[in-house]
């Protein structure tokens, strides 16, 4: 039996040491002049801002690529002049990327420039320290910030392989922390092995599931084109009918993104059937080394089945045979008390990773930028925390 090793890579040259890598986030700034992986002089570091035709063949050079850094995702989302798209070369080489969303705040009259899961700054095929993060980082807040004299709002985008670096860079540079999210658990399970050690890696109590969903005889199918997608846009819409409740995803930018000519970034659709009829369904954004589970829906009778073990485990096969992917983001689990928590921890096992995602993080130039940007910053943590029970009292929504 294949066993799992801990947190790291089979390829020696991909192996992480926790040990430098928490050393090196806790390390004192870089500074302006030093190479970001190499400890080299830098001579020149400067952003420009990319095309949007440009940008998704762009980014797809980063390992921490996912959707919400995919112009074509973000241009269903947001008008043309409400989205800004920023490359940080160091003496004329690529090193990160970031696109920012603007947010005009009423009233306060100021935009906010909004990085999401962002910036991207591990590329492809080289060395990503916790320095590089710095640099791309600080580059951005120059411009942002300091030379635009604007305000800079970041969602860190959890990341197994750097657990602690985000927090560190953030807080080394000066941007302060809106208050802890209400449910920030976030779970990942290891997909760069074989089937038989994935299957392993479950725990005890998933692995019995699984098997009970086999012996129910159900298949599971990666779908495509217009009528997969029907196919899970029907099953999805119904789900939120019978179960009432307020739709925030974004699955309205589904068929866009499916149509991008590069093929790598278009989401993957997979179908549970039982008898030829759906139950439940998954889809998955498969680009960078860490695919991220978007939308999901069931049917009535998926619970009996347990379609929903069925339907990962297939996902999970699916990845294991992708060689650039090494992790699957499931996400949270709604609430804390969700069942959801108990499935996903199951499915991610021993060797998966349960981050805690950090807070938005903020920075502004002026002690008069601060409070206006810390005023904004709270609305909006006001609004994110009396959504959910809201989304209770009201009709379901569907779409956005």
């Known amino acids: 039996m294949q066993e799992f090793p801990d947190r790291s890579s089979d390829d020696p040259e991909q192996a992480v040491d926790w040990r430098e890598v928490e050393q090196e986030?806790?390390?004192?700034?870089?500074?302006?002049?030093?190479?970001?992986?190499?400890?080299?002089?830098?001579?020149?570091?400067?952003?420009?801002?990319?095309?949007?035709?440009?940008?998704?063949?762009m980014v797809l050079g980063f390992d921490d690529v996912l959707q919400e850094q995919v112009q074509s995702f973000n241009e269903v989302r947001r008008a043309p002049d409400k989205l800004r798209r920023l490359a940080v070369y160091a003496d004329g080489e690529l090193t990160g990327a970031a696109l920012v969303r603007l947010v005009k705040v009423p009233m306060l009259g100021c935009t906010i420039s909004s990085l999401r899961w962002g910036p991207l700054w591990r590329r492809t095929g080289r060395p990503a320290t916790p320095a590089t993060m710095d640099l791309v980082l600080r580059a951005l807040t120059d411009q942002l910030c300091r030379r635009e004299k604007g305000f800079l709002m970041?969602?860190?985008?959890?990341?197994?392989?750097?657990?602690?670096?985000?927090?560190?860079?953030?807080?080394?540079?000066?941007?302060q922390s809106m208050p802890p999210l209400s449910n920030p658990l976030r779970y990942f399970a290891r997909v760069d092995h074989g089937p038989e050690a994935l299957r392993a890696n479950f725990s005890q109590k998933w692995r019995y599931n699984l098997k009970k969903a086999e012996a129910a005889g159900l298949e599971t199918e990666l779908v495509e084109g217009e009528a997969g997608m029907n196919e899970?846009?029907?099953?999805?819409?119904?789900?939120?009918?019978?179960?009432?409740?307020?739709?925030?995803?974004?699955?309205?930018?589904?068929?866009?993104?499916?149509?991008?000519?590069?093929?790598?970034?278009?989401?993957?659709m997979f179908v549970t059937r039982k008898d030829g009829v759906p139950v439940a369904m998954a889809v998955v954004d498969c680009c960078g080394d860490t695919a991220s589970f978007l939308y999901g829906a069931t049917a009535d009778e998926a619970l009996p089945l347990r379609a929903g073990y069925a339907l990962q485990w297939a996902v999970l096969c699916h990845l294991s045979r992708q060689p650039a992917i090494r992790w699957y983001a499931l996400g949270g689990g709604g609430s804390a008390t969700c069942p959801l928590h108990q499935f996903k921890r199951g499915l991610v096992g021993k060797v998966g990773v349960i981050l805690h995602e950090l807070p938005p993080h903020f920075l502004a130039e002026g002690s008069c930028a601060?409070?206006?940007?810390?005023?904004?910053?709270?609305?909006?943590?006001?609004?994110?925390?009396?959504?959910?029970?809201?989304?209770?009292?009201?009709?379901?929504?569907?779409?956005?």
Do not use: C
């Open 25 to 57: 986030a806790a390390a004192p700034a870089v500074p302006a002049g030093e190479g970001a992986a190499s400890h080299v002089p830098v001579t020149e570091v400067r952003v420009a801002d990319v095309a949007p035709e440009e940008w998704d063949r």
């Open 154 to 175: 970041i969602m860190p985008r959890p990341d197994p392989d750097m657990e602690a670096v985000p927090g560190a860079v953030l807080q080394r540079l000066g941007f």
């Open 232 to 268: 899970i846009l029907g099953l999805y819409h119904e789900m939120l009918a019978r179960k009432k409740f307020v739709d925030y995803s974004p699955i309205d930018t589904l068929a866009h993104r499916l149509a991008n000519p590069l093929e790598i970034l278009r989401p993957r």
């Open 370 to 400: 601060k409070i206006v940007g810390r005023l904004a910053m709270s609305g909006r943590a006001l609004r994110d925390r009396v959504r959910e029970p809201l989304s209770q009292m009201i009709p379901v929504r569907l779409g956005r």
